[in-house]
C-alpha cells in the first residue's frame, strides 16, 4: 500500500516570494511516479509536475520544481516567485499500484 | 478547450432519485477514473478502467455504478444516495503505458449534493 503525507495544512507566502509544500510517502514499490496537482477554487484538479523514483534529476518545470530526497523519502514542491493566481490547494500524490492522494496544502499568496 | 469534460457540473439529488454523471475525455487515453472528494478528507480513487474493462474498485457501495462503453466515455450511475455521498466527484484519464509514470488528468468534477 502506499501512503502520502502532507503536514501543512494552510500556508502564507508573499508575492515574488519562495515557497515550499511539503510532501512525504511510504511505498514498498522499488519503483513509483510521484505527482502534484493544483485544484484552484473551481475544482478541477490541474497536473503541475512529475518525478520517477529513479530519475537522476529533480524535476523542475517552468515555476515549479520538485526537491526529490529518495532517502528521506520526501518530495517537496518549490513554488518560486509566487503569483497572486499561486493561490489553491496544492495535492502530492502516487499512482500505481492503487494509488493515494495526501490531505492537501491550502497555498494562499498575500499581495 | 479541456481535454477531459464532465456534466453536469452541479447536481442536487433527493435520496430516491437516480442519476447518472457523465465523463469524456479527448486525449486518446486508455485509462479513466472516478474519484470521490469529500470536504476534510483525502482524494478517494473509486473506480479505475483500462480498456473498457473495471480494473479497481475501493469498497464503494452499489449504490454507485459505473459503466464504460469505450476508452473515450466513463459515466457513474447513481440511486438511492445518501447525504454523507454529497461530494466532488472526479473524472480523469491516463494514457497507462507506463503505470508508473502516468500522469492523469482531470475533469472539472461535478459537485453532487444529496438532499
Redesign the interface.
Known sequence: AQKITQTQPGMFVQEKEAVTLDCTYDTSDPSYGLFWYKQPSSGEMIFLIYQGSYDQQNATEGRYSLNFQKARKSANLVISASQLGDSAMYFCAMREPGGSFGTGTSLTVIP | E?GVTQTPRHLVMGMTNKKSLKCEQHLGHNAMYWYKQSA????E?MFVYNFKEQT?N?SVPSRFSPECPNSSHLFLHLHTLQPEDSA?Y?C?SSSNKD???????????T?LLVL
Open positions: 479541456t476534510k478528507k483525502p482524494l480513487l479497481e475501493n466532488l472526479l480523469a503505470p508508473g509514470a502516468e500522469t492523469q488528468y482531470f475533469g472539472p468534477g459537485r
